[in-house]
């Protein structure tokens, strides 16, 4: 055995000798330094400690529970070298005898029982299975918390000031614990910088409970992550590297736990405390902290650390989802833990509940960004999904459209990824418009493009065309011609398609360099010889993945281009333009959906025949949509063919077509960002889109009210105002900033024949906005109603009428509107790959329907959305102009499909389905329908004209009652109120 000098760095209180009383040998230092001589003798067995040791005084001493592998200079031939002390050193101690032989036990930790069986994920969320005690350090957390000279025998000198360590790899700092003074960085004055979206409520809280002051700039762009700078010049980024900090300059030094192993413990829990923000894994991480919490009062050890109040700000950032638990009996020890912390620190933690998480909106869940979708898994124990070899501050992404048609849902959802990836790392976004076939190209799409890119709200850094690259692209073609790694080919088009279907080398595969240029400067000029060729890089003919099957790189075109005009006859592939861009360009990651993925085989392997740098592909899935076509090619068809007005229609799922039908770009995004970077191909349904614009419109909207035109019954109110007189009424009750409008009271209104059909003799309703009226009269011609007559009714209770209805004044000033309904392009939800579109198109995809409005709507503006009350919401196309030409209104769905009950009295359902189906439905746009033949009804879905088909039923003989219009999905159930509290009272 080696005789060396070990230290042994452990937090000792005040030790007692035998006697009960304090022995002078030890310092009462929170942090004390020991020197001993390492004998044979002497191990850790035979001579205990108040606290376990660090590390082992020599090899063949026990290693504490859980410490992980000793460094490599412990294991040196030489001998085991003394290990430093996670706390920086302080001059060295006098040589200490070893303790007495029967110091006070150490407190023994409390063991966690759960049942057997799996667990959920653990603290880490890296980790995989949990054990029942707290899981050893992984290497990552080895790293942090051991000081750079681990490995290496460290010098007896005073402490240094305590400088801030900079992220490590993995996530948090690789900071060293060392006592506090006066010159370490936790004296400097900080700045907490962050975005105000996503404000870091942990770290302010921890802040607060450690009491270090922070001043705060919530200014940094969204998506950011915090930083934390010091008036030294030197920063920390990230949630967990800025908690490590605030824990090691608390004004208490067990705020990161009263042992190294218990810091590797608190390491843990800031990694895990993210998972309560993830919607998916609430639930799970719930329960493993309610079970873990069963037999402890803290997180780690005996007392509060850092990881109490991360977990804990963590839970009360979320909002109601996190209240109604509380209130719930659900996760009761969770519950025990949150509110003994709650109260024992409610004062200082209560300003940045109050100021932050009410800015996410208390009441709900803050919806998920994208962040939380990308890092989304089914596997608790699956590793972060993020950018490969990603670099702050250093990645450079693009945007590469083809100027070939305008912006559609699918591309919005690459465009905002850009964005979101650009900004996430302070990174470059370039927008680059793959411009390398001029027979599909215009000026046209670009500045559509651009304005759509602004519409989204997208900042990109520069603007290119590869068009500006295709000198340089020519060069490398030739170049490769000359290497022997590309030639020139003048198979057939067909030919060649089924060569490389079959792996059959073309003819002209094997041509000298010399043949290949000479019929490379024929390409060219544009010749006629040079007409039939084209160039294909010589990858591999018998390659599975067949776009590995020499792929095309050039060919020839003769039509002019959009931007340089005739001055070339040859134009790059995308396949070989975008991968030399991308290097060029310096895109360090290259976004692609994930019908691209058989191709980044071929996108690498011509990167590495040109001989350029790597850049990094990153697929996400496709975004597809149902009964909806996203090929730019076949929704020219639609336009060439006039079957929608252009490129802006509101059956278009174009960026300008969707919003133009009402779509607000918030939704849009809200949207895109839910779907996240997943790979999962999905068929995403139009009805979740619309659910979510409704939800940021209707609060804002103004009310107006209409009746159709060629539907409505007068009702005459006998005593009525003689003279008619206006009243200002709010254009919406909940939101002051919609304005005002105008309403006349008359004796004569107009109702919609719909709800006229609906009144019986002698009942009362209820005008909206005015109050109640009885019918006395129902005058009818032919089995029509012409005409209403009753009397107002204005002191009865709204509380008792069946009926709210709707109406307008009989007065000239009334404006005429178009209501316009529109339906899919397609009849078929998907389109297989043997599907030909034009067999599924939909006859049926633009209804109007004649009305009349209130007098305000004269001032309503293009693209103003309301809401016409009873009917839903609109966005205004065409503004008043004259009473001649009527204000054009574009219905906005809301997410949910009307359905529309008819009860069959006497003639039997199968001849009354029958008769709609053959007859009725074609002209009303009926597509689905189903028969109940036990209770003889029959169930119309679709938004249904009803005065349409009831009078068609009667005129055909046809007896039929509706029993109900009501939509598809059921509403949610009132949630039971909290009973009253005597705190409440």
């Known amino acids: 055995m080696h005789s060396a000098t070990s230290l042994l760095a452990c937090r000792l209180p005040v030790a007692n000798d035998p006697t009960g009383q304090p022995t002078d040998a030890i310092s009462t230092s929170t942090d004390t330094t020991i020197t001993t001589e390492t004998n044979p003798n002497f191990s850790l067995s035979t001579h205990k400690l108040p606290l376990r040791p660090l590390f082992p005084l020599h090899a063949a001493a026990p290693l504490p529970r859980r410490a992980g592998p000793l460094p490599a200079a412990a294991l040196s031939p030489a001998g085991p070298s003394p290990p430093p002390p996670l706390c920086s050193l302080s001059p060295a101690a006098p040589a200490l005898s070893p303790p007495p032989p029967s110091p006070p036990p150490a407190r023994p930790r409390r063991r966690l029982s759960l049942p057997a069986g799996p667990l959920p994920a653990g603290p880490s969320r890296r980790g995989g299975a949990v054990s029942l005690s707290p899981p050893p350090l992984s290497q990552s957390q080895r790293a942090a918390a051991a000081p750079p000279s681990a490995l290496s025998p460290p010098a007896l000198s005073p402490p240094a000031p305590h400088a801030a360590a ?156 996190w209240e109604s638990v509380r209130k719930s009996k659900k996760f009761q020890n969770l519950v025990r833990w949150f509110n003994s912390i709650d109260v024992g620190y409610k004062e200082t933690l209560n300003d940045a509940v109050v100021a932050y998480v009410g800015k996410r909106g208390i009441g709900k869940s803050p919806a998920p960004n994208l962040k939380e979708k990308v890092n989304d898994s089914k596997d608790p124990s699956a590793p972060e999904v993020d950018l490969p070899g990603a670099k702050f501050g250093e990645v450079v992404v693009r945007f590469a459209p083809e100027p070939s048609g305008y912006l559609h849902i699918g591309h919005a959802k690459a465009a905002l990824l850009n964005k979101y990836f650009a900004e996430r790392y302070q990174g470059q976004l370039i927008v680059r418009f793959d411009d390398t076939n001029p027979s599909k190209e215009s000026n046209e799409f670009v500045e559509n493009v651009l304005k759509d890119i602004e519409t989204m709200g997208i900042k990109y850094d520069f603007v290119t065309y590869t068009s500006d690259y295709f000198p340089k692209l020519m060069e490398m073609a030739e170049s490769l011609i000359k290497q022997g790694k590309a030639y020139v080919d003048d ?94 360009e310096g895109v360090t990651h290259a976004l692609r959906s994930s019908e691209y993925h058989d191709r980044n085989a071929q996108y690498y392997r011509i990167l590495q025949d040109m001989g350029m740098r790597r850049v990094e592909i990153y697929e996400f899935s496709r975004l597809n949509m149902v009964y909806t076509l996203l ?79 060629d539907q409505r019954v007068i009702f005459t109110l006998t005593n009525g105002p003689e003279k008619s007189f206006v009243r200002i009424l709010p254009r919406h009750k909940k939101f002051e900033g919609a304005g005002k409008k105008a309403t006349t009271f008359t004796n004569r209104i107009w109702l919609d024949y719909a709800d006229a059909s609906a009144i019986s003799n002698g009942e009362e309703v209820t005008l909206m906005d005015w109050g109640n009226a009885i019918i006395k009269e129902i005058k009818m011609e032919s089995g029509i109603i012409t005409e209403l007559v009753g009397e107002l009714h204005l002191e009865g209770s709204v509380k008792t009428t069946k009926l709210k209805i709707t109406w307008l004044p009989d007065i000239d000033e009334l404006v005429p509107l178009s209501l316009v309904e529109f339906d899919y392009l397609i009849s078929k939800k998907k389109l297989e790959e043997d599907d030909d579109f034009l067999d599924n198109l939909n006859p049926c995809t633009r209804k109007e329907t004649p009305a009349i409005g209130d007098s305000n709507m004269r001032n309503l503006k ?123 009272r």
């Open 631 to 709: 090929s730019k090619r076949k929704l020219l068809w639609f336009v060439q063919n006039k079957k929608v007005e252009d490129w802006t229609d509101p059956r278009f799922p174009t960026v300008q077509g969707i919003v133009r039908r009402g779509l607000k770009v918030e939704a849009l995004i809200q949207f895109i960002l839910q779907q996240g970077a997943s790979k999962n191909l999905n068929l995403m349904e139009w009805d979740k889109l619309w659910t979510i614009n409704k939800k940021i419109i209707d609060p804002v909207c103004a009310r107006h009210t209409a009746v159709l035109k």
């Open 166 to 321: 900079g992220p490590s790899p993995h996530g948090h700092a690789a900071a060293t614990l060392s006592p506090r003074s006066a010159g370490s960085v936790g004296s400097m004055e900080a700045k907490l910088s962050f975005s105000q979206d996503n404000p870091p409520i942990s770290i302010i809280s921890a802040a607060k409970v450690a009491g270090v002051s922070l001043s705060i700039d919530p200014t940094l762009a969204v998506g950011s992550a915090p930083v934390l700078c010091f008036s030294s010049g030197e920063s920390l980024r990230g949630v967990n590297p800025i908690l490590h900090y605030i824990a090691h300059t608390a004004s208490f030094s067990s705020f990161c736990g009263q042992d190294t192993i218990e810091f590797g413990h608190v390491v843990e829990w800031l990694e895990y405390a993210p998972t309560f923000l993830s919607g998916s894994e609430f639930e799970v991480a719930c329960s493993f902290i309610d079970g873990y919490l069963t037999s402890r009062t803290f997180l780690v050890g005996h007392g509060l650390t850092i990881a109490d109040i991360a977990v804990w700000s963590n839970l009360a950032g979320i909002g109601q989802r």
């Open 491 to 584: 198979t057939p088009k067909e030919q060649m398609r089924s060569e490389r279907m079959d792996g059959v080398e073309s003819k002209c595969r094997n041509n000298t360099v010399g043949e290949n240029l000479s019929l490379w400067k024929e390409m060219i000029n544009g010749s006629e010889r040079g007409m039939q060729c084209c160039v294909r890089g010589k990858l591999d003919m018998q390659d599975p993945n067949k776009s590995l099957r020499d792929p095309v790189y050039y060919r020839c075109n003769t039509d002019p281009h959009h931007r340089i005009g005739s001055k070339y006859k040859i134009y790059p592939t995308y396949d070989f333009a975008c991968p030399f861009v991308d290097a060029l």
């Open 862 to 984: 293009r693209g103003e959305i309301i809401q016409l009350e009873r009917k839903g919401y609109f966005r205004c196309d065409a503004p008043f102009i004259r009473s001649s030409k009527p204000v054009v209104l574009f219905a906005i769905p809301d997410g949910r499909q009307q359905k529309t009950v008819i009860h069959c009295d006497l003639m039997g359902p199968g001849h009354l389905a029958d008769y709609i189906k053959s007859a009725v439905a074609p002209m009303l746009g009926i597509n689905s329908m189903a028969i109940d033949e036990e209770n003889c009804t029959l169930t119309v879905l679709g938004t249904v004209d009803t005065v349409k088909l009831m009078h068609n039923l009667k005129c055909n003989n046809l007896a039929a009652q509706i029993v109900s219009v009501e939509d598809d999905k059921p509403k949610e159930k009132e949630k039971e109120k909290p009973k009253e509290t005597e705190k409440d």
